[in-house]
């Protein structure tokens, strides 16, 4: 198999494992170009038959003529959509720079150095992971309705910062244990274990701290059940939020579809950019 | 803190391993250095995960009413007695063990099956890995939208592809006999790009010399899979496996967009009747007392996974 140039198996190999990636997001993503008639047409259509821009103007406020004259009116959410992504971006961007900073003294500290409750307290940020969102619900929004937290980008933050960090410093531990054991060799020139932490060991475990702010970029862009409790229809709404009002209150398939399409593009240069990295971060 | 006198202790052993001029002047200890870092995020989990835990806690014996005003009665284990012979939260916990295992099962193989594309890839074709990934950025929302519409008789792919080849017939995934493999297929897809990557990585790592020793003892396809490629990958499998029954176990988001636990009852995973126990029928209470008994489910099959399989592969 090594060394092998094509043969007619890795062919097909290739094809099914593209097809299997691509045909479901194309199903979906096709809505975005197509007319609401043709998004109701039974037997449904396989490719749209004159691909058109208007859902992409209408959920950013826009009317659409489309070269027959019909006119396509802009969506009523759309200054929610703008809003969402707004949002969004502000959220995740503060997210990810938080948890980074966060994550990467808790990790380094938990992977490389002994002391007292070290089991206890990774045990405690494990179960932290486990906790599913649906049974903290609830006392998030009455905590939050107490502090005057719901609705804000500030509540939204630090209610993503609760998933991020657990998961990350679980992540980074084990990247962190993977690395050289070059401590030793810091003290005996005289380091402090600050410097060595902040001037050895940082520089060296560059593309883990990249990975690990990213993926905090992409737990935030992506979260949805908190933000559509502590959220929707306020002011610090986020897209996810704003775009489910296409599938549950005004259905609405083309628009959903287009702005599913942009709530993909910054995941997926951030998903280019990863793979490439991704390599080097041993979880195991 | 409570850790102070165990600092103390540990000052001695600590002096032992800090060899040089460093050690000779006033410095953070490893439980100083370790304690700096760690005690504002222990600080900050707590408020954020134990004050919700201790709330569902305390809600969990009580009885909640919105009707009529706010009351919350104390009534004492009522609750968890109550889930115990819940018919329905037990059918749930079925459809959530079921969902887990055939996610876990599918995505583990897929993502095999890609990385074991991926491996293959000439040199020129390397490009294609960027491309493979994208479902993993994709957000559960996502996702469950991309597999709710593919699959549904009315928009699907199945009925297009029937209608193309003449077939005059409606094909539909979202039925209740198959909803949860169907479930399990989108969680799959969402997840075994990510599982792939790994897998890649660490395949990388087992030298060519084991393939060329395979082939000189003529050993089949399947069987250089088995015994060469397969071993080195224990450790991730078992890592990926522990973190896809948490996701798995947690994951609401996939299957709200996707079925909203329909049809009928057919995909009421434990994470959906907990959504409609206390944010439809505002039951709160027993939607708190029902959230241990998913909290328990998840650690105690996290657990089992440990003890049967974990522990063997840290042995190694």
Do not use: C
């Not at chain 1, 449904?44 to 058109?52: D, K, L, Q, S, T």
């Not at chain 2, 052993?13 to 100083?32: H, I, M, W, Y």
């Not at chain 2, 993502?111 to 993993?136: K, N």
């Amino acid at each position: 198999m090594i060394g092998q140039r094509f043969s007619p198996w890795l062919l097909l190999a290739i094809a099914v494992v593209l097809l299997w990636t691509f045909v479901p997001m194309y199903w979906t993503v096709k809505y975005a170009f197509m007319t609401k008639t043709e998004v109701a047409r039974f037997p449904p259509v396989m490719f749209p038959h004159a691909p058109n821009l208007a859902a992409f103007y209408n959920i950013f406020g826009h009317d659409y003529t489309a070269a027959d004259g019909t006119v396509y009116r802009a969506s009523g959410q759309w200054s929610q959509i703008i809003a969402g992504i707004r949002n969004s971006l502000f959220i995740a961007v503060i997210v990810a720079i938080v948890t980074t900073l966060v994550v990467v003294p808790l990790a380094y500290v938990f992977a490389r150095l002994d002391f007292p409750h070290k089991g206890k307290l990774l045990a405690a940020i494990l179960l932290s992971v486990s906790l599913p969102p649906v049974s903290t619900l609830i006392p998030f929004y009455a905590l939050y309705v107490q502090l005057g937290l719901v609705g804000t980008r500030t509540g939204l933050i630090i209610v993503t910062l609760t998933i991020t960090i657990p998961i990350i410093t679980w992540m980074l531990i084990g990247f962190f244990r993977n690395l050289p054991p070059i401590e030793q060799l810091g003290r005996i020139d005289g380091f402090s274990r600050l410097y060595i932490f902040a001037r050895i060991i940082v520089p060296m475990a560059r593309s883990g701290i990249l990975v690990a702010a990213v993926i905090a970029f992409l737990f935030s862009w992506n979260e949805y059940v908190y933000a559509q409790v502590l959220s929707t229809a306020s002011q610090a709404v986020t897209l996810p939020a704003a775009m489910s009002g296409f599938l549950f209150q005004v259905p609405e398939p083309s628009h959903l579809a287009a702005s599913l399409l942009v709530s993909l593009l910054p995941p997926f240069f951030i998903a280019y950019f990863l793979q490439k990295h991704i390599a080097e971060l041993n979880l195991a | 803190m409570r850790e102070t006198p165990d600092a103390s202790r540990r000052q001695t052993p600590d002096r032992k391993t800090a060899v040089g001029p460093a050690s000779e002047r006033a410095e953070l200890s490893n439980v100083q250095f370790a304690l700096v870092f760690a005690v504002p995020v222990l600080i900050f989990l707590v408020v954020v995960v134990a004050y919700p835990l201790a709330y569902a806690f305390y809600i969990s014996f009580h009885d909640v009413r919105f009707f009529g005003g706010y009351r919350a009665d104390f009534v004492w284990f009522e609750n968890y007695a109550a889930v115990l012979v819940d018919d329905a939260f037990w059918a749930s916990a079925w459809r959530s063990l079921l969902f887990t295992v055939q996610t876990v099962i599918l995505t583990l193989m897929i993502g095999t099956g890609i990385a074991l594309v991926l491996r293959d890839l000439p040199p020129g074709w390397r490009w294609l890995r960027a491309l493979i990934i994208l479902p993993w950025a994709v957000s559960p929302y996502g996702t469950g939208i991309f597999f709710a519409w593919i699959g549904r008789g009315q928009t699907g792919f199945g009925t297009a592809l029937a209608s193309a080849m003449g077939f005059d017939t409606t094909i539909t995934f979202i039925s209740a006999d198959i909803i949860i493999l169907y479930l399990s297929v989108a969680a799959a897809w969402n997840m075994a790009p990510l599982v792939a990557f790994f897998l890649l990585a660490n395949m990388m790592t087992t030298p060519a010399r084991l393939y060329d020793l395979a082939k000189i003892d003529r050993m089949s396809r399947f069987e250089t899979f088995r015994h060469v490629t397969l071993p080195p990958l224990r450790y991730t499998y078992f890592v990926f496996a522990s973190i896809t029954t948490v996701l798995a176990l947690k994951i609401f988001d996939l299957i709200f967009t996707m079925a909203q636990g329909g049809p009928g009852n057919a995909s009421n995973v434990l994470t959906y009747t907990l959504y409609k126990t206390s944010f439809v029928n505002l039951d709160l209470g027993y939607g708190a007392a029902m959230s241990f008994f998913v909290l328990a489910f998840i650690l105690g099959l996290t657990g089992i996974l440990y003890l049967v399989w974990g522990r063997r592969e840290d042995r190694r």
